[in-house]
C-alpha cells in the first residue's frame, strides 16, 4: 500500500487507524498462500515483544495494532517505516562514531554499536568513498572496503562507471577531453572536515560478468592507516535476525525514496561516511544474498555490511528497494573471489622503490622543436630565463640545460626542484588514442636533490599534475614512447586534489579544434607561478623544503589560419591573485578558474621572457595597468570563451 492511497484513507475517514489496520492485513493475506504458515515476525513485532524472538500475541498484539495504522499512513508500508524510525544512519568521525546526532535507535543495536564502537570504528578505517576524476559528472561512485593490503572490493556497477571490460583485462574509461578517468579510495570524507586519506586504484583486477553477483575487485597503494577488514566465510552462515551495520557513504536519492524521510533519517547531510546498524531478515535460497534492513542510499553501493558482535565483514551491499529490504552479496561468495585473484596475481602489493630513468634512455629523444610551426617570424622560442638562468638544474648530456623528452622539452628549477618551464608540440592530425602506460620516475640526466619524487605527494591532498599532459606528446611514430616520458617528475607539480580543472586541461583541445588553427598544430609552453609567498606543507619527510605553487600559467600559439601569423594567447589557473591589484574594485577569492590574461602579465608574474610571442597576443602586448576586470582577464567557460583573432581587450 502506498502513500497516496493511505493519504486518502487518512484524510476521507474518520476511523483511519482501523481501515488502515484492514488495509495491511488485506496486503499481507495476498502476498501469503493460504496454506502457508504463518509469517516470521516482522521487526515491529520484535520490538513490541522487546526481541524476544517469538511472535507476539494478546497484548503485544494489540500494541501492533495500534501503532502500524498511522506509521503505514505516513509513509509506506508498516515493516518500513518502523525500520526506518529504529534505523538510524550514524556519523562516523576519525575518532568517534557518534550516536546521538541520529533518530532514535533500536535499543538492543544501539548498545550493540556502543559496546563494540572500538572495534567498529577500526573496521570503519579501511572502508572508503570511490572518489572520480575527469568523469563527466560525477565526484565519486559509491563505496568499497580493503580485504587484503591492497586488494579493494566494490560493486560491478560502481567499477563499471570508470572502467570497461576488454577481451583480456580492463581499462578505465575516457572521461572529460578524452583524458582516462582516474578512481582513488578515500578513507576520510567525514562530516565537517576537508581532511583526505586517498589510495589511488591502479588496476581493475576483476568485474563479475553481469550474471554473477554484483562485486568487483580492484587494487590500490597500500597506506598504513587503512586496515583490511576481515571477512566472515567458510561454513558460517547468518540466520535472520544477526545484528549488523552497513558502512559507507550514503548520497542524496531523493528519486528513490521519500524525501522527508530521506531527509529525517540522514539529518539531511550526505556523501560523508556513515554507520548505518540494522538486522539481517533473511537469505535466499542459494546462501549467495542476504537481506538487511538497515538504512542506505545510492552511495552506499559496495558498503560492507558488518556483524555488530564480531566487527567481520557478513557481506557487501548491492542494492535497497525503498520501504522493502536492502540487499547484500554473502561473505564467503566474495571470500572465494578474492582467494582466486589473490592465486592469480605475482603479488598485490605496490612496489614502493623510487625508479630512476638512466640517462642514455634518452639518447635519441628530439625534445621540443621551436620551428614545428614555421621558421622566421613563425617561431616559437623557449621563453628567456632572465633571474632564474642560475638557477636551472645542470644537466649530464645537455650544457643548455634543457631536458628532451619525445616532442617535449622541460627546464628544471634546482631551488624549486620542480619544472620551471616544458614546452610540447602537438599535432593533431597524427594523434595516437594510448591506452594509459608509464609510472613516475625521476630523471637520471639531474642530481636527485633537484628534483621531488612520490615523497612530496605521500598521505596528503596533492596530485602529481602533469605539466605537459600525458596524451598532448602521443603523436607520430614514437607516440607511446612519448606518453610514457611525461611520467617523469621532472614533469610533474603539486597539485591540490580538488582544483578545479575542466577548462584548464581542456585548453590545448579548445586551441586546436578551433577554427583559426591553422593544420591542427600547436606549441604550449606551460609552467607554475613560482611565488616567494608559496607555503610549504608542515610535516612531509623528504619534501619539507618544497614551496607549493598556487598557480600555473599556459601560452599556446598557433598559426591563425587566415592572417597566416603566429596567435600567441596566455592563461592562467588562479584563484585571483595575479590579477587582484589590477582591477579598479575589490577581489574576492574564490575557486579556482582559468583565465585567459596577456602574456606580457605571465612574464610580469613568473620573471621569464616572453617579447618573442608578445607582439602576437590578440589581448595587447602591454601588462595593462588599473582597469576593469573584464580588461584584465577573461573568465574561460568553454571553446568559445577564448579570444584567438585580433580583436582583443582595449
Known amino acids: 500500500m502506498f502513500r497516496s492511497q493511505l493519504d486518502q484513507v487518512r484524510s476521507r475517514t474518520d476511523d483511519f487507524r482501523d481501515r488502515a489496520a484492514r488495509i495491511l492485513a488485506a496486503r499481507r493475506a495476498a502476498l501469503i498462500p493460504a496454506a502457508a504458515p504463518p509469517p516470521p515476525p516482522s521487526a515491529l513485532e520484535l520490538a513490541a515483544e522487546g ?6 500475541s494478546g497484548a503485544a498484539d494489540t500494541a501492533l495494532l495500534e501503532l502500524v495504522p498511522e506509521a503505514l499512513g505516513q509513509y509506506g508500508w508498516a515493516e518500513a517505516i518502523v525500520l526506518a524510525q529504529l534505523r538510524p544512519a550514524f556519523f562516523v568521525f576519525e575518532s568517534a562514531i557518534d550516536v546521538t546526532d541520529a533518530v532514535e535507535a533500536d535499543p538492543q543495536l544501539l548498545r550493540l554499536v556502543a559496546e563494540n564502537q572500538a572495534t567498529l570504528l577500526s573496521r570503519c578505517k579501511g572502508v572508503g568513498r570511490v ?34 571490460r576488454l577481451r583480456m583485462g580492463y581499462r578505465f574509461r575516457r572521461g572529460r577531453f578524452g583524458a582516462e578517468m ?35 575487485l580492484l587494487r590500490v597503494a597500500r597506506l598504513d592507516d587503512a586496515p583490511k577488514l576481515a571477512l566472515l566465510g567458510g561454513t558460517h552462515r547468518t540466520e535472520p535476525q544477526t545484528p549488523v551495520a552497513v558502512v559507507g557513504y550514503p548520497a542524496e536519492d531523493g528519486d528513490r525514496n521519500d524525501t522527508p524521510l530521506m531527509d529525517e533519517v540522514f539529518r539531511g547531510q550526505y556523501e560523508v561516511k556513515r554507520l548505518a546498524p540494522g538486522f539481517v531478515t533473511a537469505r535466499s535460497d542459494n546462501d549467495i544474498v542476504l537481506l538487511a534492513d538497515y538504512s542506505s542510499l545510492g552511495g552506499n553501493s559496495g558498503s560492507p555490511v558488518i556483524e555488530l558482535s564480531s566487527g567481520k565483514v557478513l557481506g557487501l551491499h548491492f542494492a535497497g528497494r525503498f520501504m522493502e529490504n536492502n540487499y547484500a552479496v554473502a561473505a564467503d561468495v566474495v571470500e572465494s573471489a578474492r582467494a582466486q585473484v589473490i592465486r592469480s596475481l605475482p603479488g598485490t602489493a605496490i612496489p614502493a622503490p623510487q625508479h630512476i630513468s638512466k640517462p642514455d634512455a634518452f639518447a635519441a629523444r628530439n625534445g621540443y622543436d621551436p620551428h614545428f610551426l614555421g621558421t622566421g617570424t613563425l617561431s616559437v622560442p623557449l621563453p628567456g630565463l632572465g633571474s632564474w638562468e642560475a638557477d636551472v638544474a645542470p ?4 650544457a643548455d640545460g634543457v631536458l628532451r623528452y619525445r616532442n617535449f622539452s622541460v627546464i628544471q628549477s634546482a631551488s624549486r626542484r620542480l619544472p620551471l618551464v616544458t614546452a610540447v608540440n602537438i599535432d593533431g592530425t597524427q594523434s595516437v588514442v594510448l591506452k594509459r602506460k608509464g609510472e613516475w ?4 640526466r639531474i642530481e636527485a636533490k633537484h628534483q621531488i ?6 598521505e596528503n591532498a596533492l596530485d602529481r599534475g602533469h605539466m605537459v599532459r600525458r596524451r598532448d606528446p602521443g603523436w607520430g611514430p614514437h607516440a607511446q614512447e612519448a606518453e610514457i616520458d611525461t611520467f617523469h617528475y621532472t614533469n610533474s607539480a603539486p597539485q591540490h586534489e580538488d582544483l578545479n580543472q575542466r577548462d584548464w586541461v581542456g585548453l590545448e583541445d579548445y586551441v586546436l579544434e578551433a577554427a583559426e588553427t591553422r593544420g591542427f598544430r600547436v606549441s604550449v609552453l606551460t609552467g607554475p607561478v613560482f611565488d616567494a609567498a608559496d607555503r610549504k606543507l608542515k610535516v612531509q619527510p623528504g619534501a619539507e623544503d618544497v614551496p607549493i605553487p598556487e598557480e600555473f600559467w599556459k601560452v599556446a600559439v598557433m598559426v591563425n589560419d587566415a592572417t597566416g601569423q603566429l596567435s600567441a594567447t596566455g592563461y592562467v589557473l588562479s584563484q585571483g591573485r595575479m590579477i587582484r591589484n589590477l582591477i579598479e574594485s575589490p577581489f574576492v577569492y574564490g575557486r579556482y578558474k582559468t583565465y585567459q590574461v596577456r602574456i606580457a602579465l ?19 602586448a602591454d601588462t595593462p595597468t588599473e582597469a576593469s576586470f573584464a580588461a584584465v582577464a577573461r573568465v574561460v567557460n568553454g571553446p568559445g570563451s577564448l579570444v584567438l583573432g585580433s580583436t582583443g581587450l582595449s
Not at 644537466?395 to 645537455?398: F, H, L, P, R
Open 182 to 216: 582516474e578512481a582513488r579510495l578515500n578513507y576520510h570524507g567525514f562530516l565537517g572536515s576537508a581532511s583526505k586519506l586517498r589510495a589511488e586504484v591502479s588496476d581493475v583486477l576483476y568485474i563479475a560478468a553481469d550474471h554473477e553477483p554484483d562485486f568487483a
Open 51 to 56: 526481541r524476544a524472538g517469538t511472535a507476539p
Open 602 to 620: 605571465i612574464a610580469a608574474e613568473t620573471g621569464l621572457d616572453f617579447s618573442a610571442l608578445t607582439p602576437f597576443d590578440p589581448l595587447g
Open 131 to 164: 572518489d572520480l576524476t575527469n568523469h563527466f559528472s560525477l565526484p565519486y561512485g559509491g563505496t568499497g572496503f580493503l580485504i587484503d593490503d591492497t586488494l579493494v572490493v566494490t560493486n560491478r556497477h560502481v567499477a563499471l562507471i570508470f572502467a570497461e
Open 441 to 444: 620516475r625521476l630523471d637520471g
Open 453 to 458: 619524487g612520490n615523497a612530496l605527494y605521500v
Open 395 to 398: 644537466v649530464s648530456d645537455a
